[in-house]
């Protein structure tokens, strides 16, 4: 009886989950397209779906709510669900999508799209090879064999994810590193933006001049022919055309200022809005947020242990929620950036693969910072991976990642004030 | 060269309907081979006899400025882009005919162009509701272009060409074109290129008047 009256809970908070990843696709990804393959939502609302209902499992775990027997079968049940669509669903539609916009594969799309499914499935196999993250004991065929790999993958995604956003968050918040910028270094970059944009066209227009009045003197012709032909084009070139290639070099390179300019403007925008916001009350908590999870991560940067394994526990509730959110925006902001109407649905598609990676992975992880009576279950499901491993490769990966982070922005800060300080 | 008058017109519209393609076909009169990416603001040059044939007849040159980016950016994007919007004499709004909401987007488009004089702020005030009395006022001429008609299949047409006709309607737009964007169909393009012609016109005119 109770059995019932948990799965129906759990259903139900599924059900929550699904409805919540569709609206988010439909209102924050897809705001600008028009969803013509609905598959991809609903594959993308599933996996949403089943992911978060794993870290619901886990808070469900440490609270003590439902029949533990009941927790165990959806633990296992979803775990079963969430690895087939990472393995068999989303690679074999990201195949198949992607053979639908090359023409000429078109007739036989499901028999590439197998064709791709199986490479995939070649390199995901032979991904376990090089890392020790089974005991021989296990079979083939086992959930072990799939978990590991993706949960290498995932680790890895997580680690290199939480290494940049440990270094880039506190720079981006912190007002110590905004450098200052008024409204008069707008001002003058707009006018140099400008500037280029009226020699751009003063050139284009001398250029759409001289060939009007070439192509009214009938200089324009098609190539000489004959022997005598040669012999005067290599003498006599219409003086009109070489001046035409040389004013189109001389714009093109005006064209690349321009765009530079703009970017550079947009840039000083955004740095202005920042200083703004961070002088407002919203701004300044986060300010204090940015001071306080910059002493988190230098101290998870040195594996400090903490004194307390319960305040580690309220952090990691912290830690899902701002994942999951910090994951969506990036998740947003990635696919605004690189989709087009034609590739919209592979990407969408990706990032879906991703966010099920990330997050089958970050349950491998958060063991690390559960308190040690809650980590049973998860040894129990997941079954005998070597954990050990797995930490040890995101620490790993984490470092590298967050020094490189670090010299990557301190090169960056350290090219920008230049490049205003030039006239 | 210099005694020329000049005439801006801005080409707006969401990412990869073919603006880029659009603009590069009635300056260069050639089909853009490998469209990309506009960063910014790219600009091209068209030299546009008015009132061709007749005793008035004066060369202009009409500037087409090609906006790029998405009605969804940043606000530090849409207010560099505003600095674009000045001194505008014409509006080609440009929409995908394949995608419903880049046609959507247009009204966000103009106003954006259109009420450049307010401080951009990033928060849109109507959210998808558009006010008509400001297209009334409106002097400058507006242009709706569809483009990729050949990409819709023949049985939906009817119901895009409808859908297309009030959304002029409703901007009170000079006029409506459909273009096939085919790089195999030069000609065929030159000659339904020849109606945008008198829109061009138009904004010379006013320009004339004011």
């Known amino acids: ?32 397209y028009e969803v013509r393959q609905y598959v991809v939502q609903v594959i993308f609302s599933v996996t949403f779906a089943f992911s978060c209902t794993m870290f619901e499992l886990i808070i469900f775990e440490i609270l003590g709510v439902l029949n533990s027997s009941s927790r165990y079968f959806h633990w296992k049940m979803n775990l079963c669900i969430i690895l087939l669509i990472l393995v068999f669903m989303v690679p074999f539609y990201i195949g198949y999508f992607i053979v639908s916009n090359i023409r000429l594969l078109h007739k036989q799309r499901l028999l590439f799209s197998c064709l791709l499914w199986l490479t995939f499935m070649y390199f995901f196999w032979k991904l376990g090879d090089p890392f020790p993250i089974l005991s021989p004991k296990h079979g083939i065929l086992s959930i072990e064999q799939l978990i590991s790999r993706v949960g290498v993958i995932g680790v890895t995604l997580v680690a290199l994810l939480s290494g940049f956003g440990a270094v880039n968050c506190p720079y981006t918040y912190m007002s110590y590193f905004l450098r200052n910028v008024t409204d008069i270094d707008i001002l003058a970059l707009e006018r140099r933006l400008l500037q280029t944009m009226d020699m ?67 840039d000083l925008y955004a740095t202005k809005e920042r200083i703004e916001y961070s002088k407002t009350f919203k701004g300044k908590y986060f300010n204090f947020l940015g001071y306080f ?42 696919f605004y950036a ?24 970050s349950v491998l992880l958060i063991r690390m910072s559960m308190p040690l009576e809650y980590r049973t279950i998860i040894t129990e499901v997941l079954g005998e991976l070597q954990f050990n491993f797995y930490h040890r490769w995101f620490d790993v990966i984490f470092l590298v990642s967050a020094l490189s982070s670090i010299l990557f922005l301190y090169l960056a800060h350290k090219q920008a004030p230049e490049k205003h300080m030039t006239p | 060269m210099a005694s020329l008058d000049r005439v801006k017109v801005l080409v707006l519209g969401d990412s990869g309907v073919g603006k880029s393609s659009l603009v590069h076909l009635l300056c260069q009169n050639q089909v853009l081979g490998n469209p990309s990416w506009t960063v910014g603001c790219s600009v091209d040059v068209r030299v546009h006899d008015y009132k061709e044939g007749t005793p008035e007849e004066k060369t202009y040159y009409i500037e087409l400025w090609d906006v790029g ?100 309607e409703d901007f009170n737009a000079e006029e409506i074109n459909l273009i096939y964007v085919l790089p195999s169909r030069i000609a065929q393009i030159q000659g339904t290129l020849l109606p945008v012609l008198p829109m061009l016109s138009s904004s010379v005119g006013f320009l004339i008047r004011s």
């Open chain 1, 200 to 266: 751009i066209i003063s050139k284009k227009k001398r250029m759409a001049m001289t060939r009007r009045t070439m192509f009214q003197k009938g200089e324009i012709h098609n190539k000489p022919s004959g022997f005598w032909g040669m012999i005067k084009s290599v003498t006599t070139s219409a003086p009109g055309s070489e001046n035409l290639t040389l004013i189109q070099q001389e714009v093109d390179a005006l064209e690349e200022l321009s765009r530079q300019l703009f970017l550079e403007t947009a």
């Open chain 1, 1 to 32: 009886m109770s059995f019932l009256i948990d799965s129906s809970i759990m259903i139900t908070s599924q059900v929550l989950f699904f409805g919540f990843g569709w609206l988010f696709f439909m209102h924050q990804l897809f705001k600008d």
């Open chain 1, 293 to 334: 999870f910059s002493i988190y991560c230098v101290w998870k940067i040195f594996m400090v242990k903490f004194w307390s394994q319960h305040i580690s526990f309220i952090l990691v509730g912290i830690i899902i929620v701002t994942s999951i959110r910090g994951l969506l925006i990036t998740l947003t902001k990635f």
């Open chain 1, 338 to 361: 690189i989709s087009s109407s034609k590739s919209s649905n592979v990407i969408v598609l990706l990032l879906a693969q991703i966010m099920g990676m990330y997050f089958v992975s």
């Open chain 2, 69 to 168: 980016g998405s009605v969804g950016s940043a606000s530090s994007v849409k207010s560099t882009r505003a600095v674009f919007y000045n001194s505008v004499n014409g509006i080609i709004l440009v929409h995908d005919l394949t995608n419903k909401k880049s046609s959507q987007n247009l009204n966000r488009w103009s106003s954006e162009a259109l009420n450049r004089d307010s401080v951009p702020t990033g928060v849109l005030v109507t959210n998808g509701d558009y006010d008509r009395e400001q297209f009334a006022e409106n002097q400058i001429p507006l242009l709706v272009i569809g483009t990729k008609l050949d990409q819709i299949h023949d049985t939906k047409r009817h119901e895009v060409l409808i859908r297309t006709a009030f959304l002029a």
